[in-house]
């Protein structure tokens, strides 16, 4: 245990950098460098990437712009961490201790970037088979042209997915979906459906330990098991999906949200299937990895040494799927006319206000993103050139990761980082397809806030925050709420999952629980509502967490941003009752338990 010590200049230049690393995660910067280069060698690049000729007259033009250092999820808690190195504010310790762990805090940021990966490798392999997009057809087609029960379908296909998986599959996979699919049952719009998916994937992550990242990481700082969490979380979890679906009901009550009938598009489900075999096969992987997990709970083995073995698995399959050249891309179930393509051509003609927000249909999609968001380059040859950019450029925002992309392309850019990425992605497409899809991003972000929250208790912050939290607990229920409620405020702070490393170093430092308020009950009710909050937290405001921030990246890459405002809007319609009947459910249980 270390020990606490006054604050200092370098207490303060930690908690500073702290904030303004968040700041920039949430809001990125772009910064121009004046590097002259020439046009010749811009021009030659990005014609080779569309194989067209460089056009003439412009092989001596130079100007000082196209160089940029981005700030952004990857990038900028790396220099945070740095710059705090360089001014001795941090030392070596705490950054042993933000990626191994503080012995005392019981949270292995390893086993938890371990875990995390595993299960994303998983659950990204198994969307490229198809299965997920052919679930979204099959319960189109079954809706019967009926608004409401095409809705509940559309509701519980998202619960179910989030439940089993984690909110940003959900948010990867049905966003892109829902947008083309109001344009072709000419939804007037598709604001109802889209609330409903990013609210069901956040709240429906709280079903399991793996549905959220900052489930694992309160877990693990409380030594809970898979079995015991879900066993104090499925209620809370029922009971908000249940509220959850009445408010927005009452919210979207007009028919222009949701309307009475809705023609059913003419698309066979079974088309969307890329690989059968490895739709059944990826499915019985997730399915006795959740079964394992829950049977090893018992004899409290870690869940990375549960999880890593299946990935394995299932890369495994996959490479042997492409070293068979099975795998020919993603194919296609056209949800828009050829006609309608011509819109793509133009798609800012709405302006800077979205189209949502303007109340009119939806843009059309070129079709061959149709089944997933990411398009092989391969996969583009044949397309007008219009198609080409829209299909490059869209992909580096719903590959998974907001910020992945940038950095692949920017590898692309120099001729041999260019022939190594071809020849793999030549040999190995369907790796090279899941590679640019998996959230390399989460891993810098993550250890690196890390060691800033260890450099935040090791500057003494973190006593002083504790000592805080003693006045919020005067018995269970008013901790639970109180907890419950500044851990969603945070979130719009902080993002979800800073705070909650952040929050769980709090309860866990010995002036919270040295105190003589810090009764087994109230310990256990501030650990669920802090799961309660930093989950529910992420429906309030775009910026509260990295599925958010995908969510509307994709969105706006489709000319159909919801807008901060009006996001926060509708979910103020819905989620403050949603967050006091889970943290309500929660309280109950602790008043049955103890």
Request: charged share 15%.
């Amino acid at each position: 245990m270390r020990v606490e010590r006054e604050l200092d200049v370098h207490s303060w230049l930690v908690v500073v950098t702290f904030m303004i690393v968040i700041a920039i995660v949430i809001r990125p910067i772009r910064i121009p460098l004046p590097i002259p280069f020439s046009d010749t060698a811009n021009h030659s690049s990005i014609n080779d990437a569309f194989d067209q000729p460089v056009v003439a007259g412009t092989e001596k033009k130079k100007t000082k712009t196209p160089y940029y250092l981005t700030l952004d999820i990857a990038t900028a808690p790396v220099i945070g961490v740095l710059f705090l190195l360089a001014t001795k504010s941090l030392n070596g310790e705490s950054i042993r201790d933000g990626i191994l762990g503080e012995p005392s805090s019981g949270v292995e940021p390893y086993a938890v970037m371990i875990l995390f990966f595993s299960l994303a490798y998983i659950c990204i392999s198994l969307d490229m088979t198809g299965v997920f997009q052919y679930a979204a057809f099959w319960i189109s087609k079954r809706g019967g042209g009926g608004g409401q029960r095409v809705f509940l379908s559309f509701f519980l296909l998202s619960t179910v997915m989030s439940g089993l998986t984690s909110n940003d599959v959900v948010v990867l996979t049905m966003t892109p979906f829902l947008v083309y699919y109001s344009h072709a049952v000419d939804l007037i719009t598709p604001v109802a459906f889209l609330m409903a998916e990013i609210q069901t994937a956040n709240i429906a992550s709280m079903a399991l330990y793996i549905g959220n990242l900052t489930n694992v990481v309160a877990c693990q700082a409380y030594k809970i098991s898979f079995l015991e969490y879900s066993a104090w979380m499925l209620l809370p979890c029922i009971a908000s999906v249940a509220t959850c679906y009445v408010m927005l009901r009452i919210n979207f009550r007009h028919e222009k949200y949701i309307p009475k009938t809705l023609k059913s598009p003419d698309v066979d489900p079974r088309s969307c299937l890329v690989d059968p075999v490895g739709a059944v096969f990826g499915l019985s992987v997730l399915a006795c990895s959740l079964i394992c997990l829950i049977g090893t709970s018992f004899a409290h083995v870690s869940v990375w040494i549960v999880t890593g073995p299946f990935a394995l698995l299932t890369l495994a399959r996959d490479i042997w799927y492409d070293s068979q050249g099975k795998f020919k891309g993603t194919h296609t179930a056209s949800l828009v006319s050829r006609e309608d393509q011509a819109i793509v051509d133009n798609p800012g003609a709405g302006g800077d206000v979205s189209r949502i927000e303007q109340g009119l249909p939806e843009i059309a999609v070129p079709e061959k993103a149709i089944v997933h968001p990411i398009s092989l380059v391969s996969e583009s040859e044949g397309l007008p050139d219009s198609i080409k950019e829209e299909n490059m450029s869209t992909t580096s925002e719903e590959n998974g990761d907001i910020s992945v992309l940038p950095a692949v392309a920017a590898l692309e850019s120099s001729p041999p980082a260019k022939k190594h990425i071809s020849a793999f992605e030549r040999k190995l497409p369907l790796m090279h397809a899941i590679a640019i899809r998996m959230p390399w991003a989460i891993l810098p972000f993550t250890f690196s806030m890390f060691v800033m929250v260890e450099g935040l208790s090791d500057a003494g912050w973190i006593a002083i925050f504790a000592n805080w939290a003693t006045k919020l607990i005067p018995n269970y229920i008013a901790a639970t709420y109180a907890i419950g409620f500044i851990s969603v405020l945070l979130c719009n702070i902080f993002n979800n999952v800073p705070m909650t490393i952040l929050v769980a170093r709090i309860l866990q430092h010995p002036n919270f629980v040295g105190s003589p308020l810090a009764t087994p009950e109230v310990v256990k009710g501030c650990l669920f509502a802090l799961i309660v909050g930093s989950n529910l937290g992420a429906c309030t405001t775009l910026i509260s967490s990295l599925a958010g921030l995908m969510w509307d990246s994709v969105l706006r890459n489709k000319n159909c941003g919801v807008g901060f405002w009006n996001f926060f809007r509708w979910n103020m319609g819905v989620m403050p009752m949603v967050i006091f009947v889970a943290l309500s459910v929660v309280v109950v249980e602790l008043t049955v338990y103890f």
